[in-house]
């Protein structure tokens, strides 16, 4: 499946973005999904997952609260709503798909076959 993350710009701190990653070449369906991210200097990061079922979901501490990951499947494509975004927010922002993954390795980026190439996401103070 290939992955296309779109969406990311420049927000002031306390503004929103939605992020969209659309896949072709085979459904969504059944796909656990993630978002990461990768600030300069930095390692990437966990942000947000959805279970292929869409009945699980899990945040990093860091956005818990203020990002909401969803999906459609209609329309293959996973979005990640970010509000109250924050200076700290800034980075490049990946999405992931996986059909194998256990969920307790949802966080770790090894997990995921498949890869998005990314969006910028810069927020100004």
């Known amino acids: 499946v290939q992955l296309q993350a779109s969406g990311g710009g420049l927000v002031q701190a306390g503004g929103s973005l939605r992020l969209s990653c659309a896949a072709s070449?085979?459904?969504?369906?059944?796909?656990?999904v993630g978002w990461f991210r990768q600030a300069p200097g930095k390692e990437r990061e966990f942000v947000a997952a959805m279970r292929w079922d869409s009945r699980a979901t899990s945040y990093a501490d860091s956005v818990k609260g203020r990002f909401t990951i969803s999906r459609d499947d209609t329309e293959n494509t996973v979005y990640l709503q970010m509000n109250s975004m924050q200076p700290d927010d800034t980075a490049i922002y990946f999405c992931?798909?996986?059909?194998?993954?256990?969920?307790?390795?949802?966080?770790?980026?090894?997990?995921?076959?498949?890869w998005g190439q990314g969006t910028q996401v810069t927020v100004s103070s």
């Open positions: 070449g085979r459904t969504f369906r059944g796909y656990t």
């Open positions: 992931a798909a996986d059909n194998r993954i256990i969920w307790s390795s949802i966080s770790s980026s090894r997990a995921y076959d498949y």
